[in-house]
């Protein structure tokens, strides 16, 4: 399988274990803010061709519908394809929660998803609300089961209570916010961590340190965001609707930063959360 132009090198960068003994692909493409309609449908498709095999979706993106339509006609083996959609806050709760999951799937027009995340740690309801996904998982319609932005403090709760262990947490981080604490305590526990937002959002794509290590490794800025991520253990969720960038932001198996250049990246850290930030929930 390639990305683009870039040779896919070897199962453990290019994928990742989960702890239910599925394998992630280790570049996902993001479809937050990516219109309804004929422009996320173009992107999942022209993802698919290139090569991408991971999908990252949520109720409140309002997009599932053509996600899914997109992976269905794409041709490509529905168990190669790895899906992720979300929870979102109003919907939190046992059985609303169950009954969100059914109409999310239900717009996805899939008998499972890959991987069901609480999207947010909502104080009160976000226990009860991964007892509905615990069920999800058991019943095989949630292949894996994780959660969203939740913090070490949310997950030490969450696992003195769960049956399950999340499988995943997808949680903002680039060099300039990296949860380096949440990271450590999300390894001790075989978490996977999924980055979100992995190029700032285009806030810090031409910072002087990023463009210099990109000038060095003759890549762009964007894949040295992303490159980082990936070096450091994590799943990225680029997000693109546009063909050139799509591609740009999955070749990253064919080179890699040294120590020196991701010494340089590690030390950009400065607490920048370019969306809501968890560390104000409860
Ligand atoms: N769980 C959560 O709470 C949560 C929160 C935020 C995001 N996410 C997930 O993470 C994904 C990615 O995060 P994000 O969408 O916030 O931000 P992002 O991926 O960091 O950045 C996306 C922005 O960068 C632009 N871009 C993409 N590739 C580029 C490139 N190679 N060079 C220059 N600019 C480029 C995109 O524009 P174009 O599209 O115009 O190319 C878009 O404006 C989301 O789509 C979503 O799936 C999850």
Excluded at 177 to 201: D, K, M, N, W
Excluded at 263 to 275: C, F, P, Q, S
């Amino acid at each position: 399988m390639t990305y683009g132009d870039a040779p896919m090198t070897t199962l453990d960068e290019t994928t990742l274990a989960l702890n239910t003994g599925a394998r992630i692909p280790t570049v996902g493409l993001g479809v937050w803010q990516a219109p309804q309609g004929e422009v996320t449908r173009a992107a999942v498709t022209t993802a698919l061709k290139l090569g991408y095999r991971h999908v990252d979706t949520a109720r409140i993106y309002r997009n599932e519908a053509d996600v899914g339509a997109a992976v269905r006609e794409s041709g490509v083996p529905r168990e190669d394809v790895f899906v992720t959609t979300k929870l979102w806050n109003d919907d939190q709760g046992y059985d609303k929660a169950l009954r969100a999951f059914d109409q999310s799937l239900g717009r996805l027009g899939l008998d499972y998803v890959d991987l069901y995340l609480l999207h947010w740690p909502v104080a009160g309801r976000r226990l009860e609300s991964w007892r509905a996904l615990e069920k999800l998982y058991a019943e095989g319609r949630a292949r894996a089961v994780g959660v969203s932005n939740f913090l070490a403090p949310h997950l030490r709760e969450l696992l003195d209570h769960a049956k399950v262990t999340p499988a995943v947490d997808q949680i903002e981080v680039t060099p300039f916010l990296q949860h380096r604490y949440t990271r450590a305590f999300c390894a001790e526990r075989g978490i996977v961590v999924e980055a979100y937002s992995p190029l700032t959002r285009g806030r810090k794509l031409d910072h002087p340190a990023v463009a210099g290590v990109a000038a060095r490794v003759g890549r762009t800025p964007a894949q040295v965001l992303l490159r980082w991520g990936v070096q450091r253990g994590m799943v990225v969720l680029p997000k693109s609707t546009h063909e050139a960038r799509i591609a740009e932001n999955a070749a990253l198996f064919d080179f890699s930063l040294d120590d020196a250049a991701m010494a340089r990246l590690d030390a950009l850290e400065e607490g920048l959360a370019t969306g809501w930030d968890p560390r104000d929930q409860a």
